[in-house]
């Protein structure tokens, strides 16, 4: 459950900041993507966390994860106090939407790597066959 605890924070800031900008920008197509894609890689980064070897890049994620839990603070304490540095802002949705793409990439390159077949590096080209 500790690969869930980054992309559902930063879901939560996102979807915070898009619904406190829409009644500026009133545009439904605008607030539909900014609530689409977060999701999407939120989705995308935990299927990954099951398929992914445990432990890789530890620190990395534990990074993310504060610094979501920070941007999350940050939006709430805005929205409660009224600053508007805070809360609405599309800078801190981008902060929350790049971390998240972050957390996503640290996911796949957490992978475990496929094994090459034996036979793939025994094979020759046509050009190398043909001395």
């Known amino acids: 459950m500790k690969s869930i605890v980054a992309p559902l924070l930063l879901v939560v800031t996102a979807a915070v900041q898009a619904m406190g900008v829409y009644p500026y920008v009133?545009?439904?197509?605008?607030?539909?993507?900014?609530?689409?894609?977060?999701?999407?890689?939120?989705?995308?980064?935990?299927?990954?966390?099951?398929?992914?070897?445990?432990?890789?890049?530890?620190?990395?994620?534990?990074?993310?994860?504060?610094l979501a839990a920070v941007l999350l603070v940050l939006s709430l304490v805005g929205m409660s106090q009224r600053i508007p540095s805070l809360y609405p802002t599309m800078i801190l949705y981008y902060i929350a939407f790049v971390l998240l793409a972050v957390e996503c990439g640290l996911?796949?390159?957490?992978?475990?790597?496929?094994?090459?077949?034996?036979?793939?590096?025994?094979?020759?080209?046509?050009a190398e066959s043909t001395l």
């Open 26 to 66: 009133q545009d439904g197509i605008t607030l539909a993507g900014q609530l689409l894609f977060p999701i999407l890689f939120a989705l995308g980064a935990a299927y990954l966390a099951r398929k992914g070897r445990p432990g890789v890049f530890g620190t990395a994620h534990l990074l993310v994860t504060i």
């Open 107 to 126: 996911r796949i390159a957490g992978l475990p790597k496929k094994p090459r077949p034996a036979d793939e590096d025994l094979e020759l080209d046509d």
